[in-house]
């Protein structure tokens, strides 16, 4: 008989052997259009600012979060590196995805809610992503809001998504700590 804590997932930082796990996700996911190679996240993974999840149940992987601490305005292009930052300010998601077999049951925020809390401790009140496949209103209910990109270089950036890609940020004011 399995235990009911074994059946609660288990969030801890991504590593390398979990990037077969994470290429399977990304294909169920998103397809073609949007999945970025093994190396790509390797190297995500290197970066000595990721703060990357994954997030599984029994050895198996669920979902993932790749993150990483950025500044403000940036966008990391689609199949692009996680860049270095002398002052990072900035929690940036780049990529969050769950296998749809365990869709709807709220383990994004499994993700999600630990990252918020990290930028909290150090002092990092602002987080930011692209929105892209129809996720707007998902990342609004999270506090996102789109944002515009004054800077051409990171406009371009976005366009890396296609037409429907939406920079949008969220602003942690201190009384959102449990978000929706």
């Known amino acids: 008989m399995t235990a009911a804590k074994d059946l609660i997932p288990c969030v801890r930082p991504l590593q390398h052997s979990d990037l077969q796990g994470l290429m399977e996700i990304q294909r169920a996911c998103y397809g073609a259009a949007y999945a970025e190679s093994e190396s790509v996240f390797a190297r995500r993974l290197a970066h000595p600012l990721h703060c990357s999840l994954a997030l599984e149940r029994d050895g198996a992987l669920l979902g993932y979060l790749a993150a990483y601490w950025s500044e403000a305005g940036k966008v990391t292009p689609l199949h692009g590196d996680f860049e270095p930052c002398a002052a ?93």
């Open 88 to 180: 990072p300010g900035v929690l940036y998601l780049h990529d969050m995805a769950v296998h749809p077999a365990h869709a709807g049951q709220g383990l994004a925020r499994r993700l999600l809610a630990p990252l918020w809390a990290q930028a909290r401790a150090r002092g990092i009140h602002v987080s930011c992503l692209v929105s892209v496949q129809g996720t707007q209103d998902y990342w609004r209910r999270h506090g996102y809001r789109p944002q515009a990109l004054p800077d051409p270089k990171q406009s371009l950036r976005l366009t890396s998504y296609g037409e429907d890609a939406l920079f949008m940020q969220r602003t942690d004011s201190g009384d959102n700590a449990g978000y929706a």
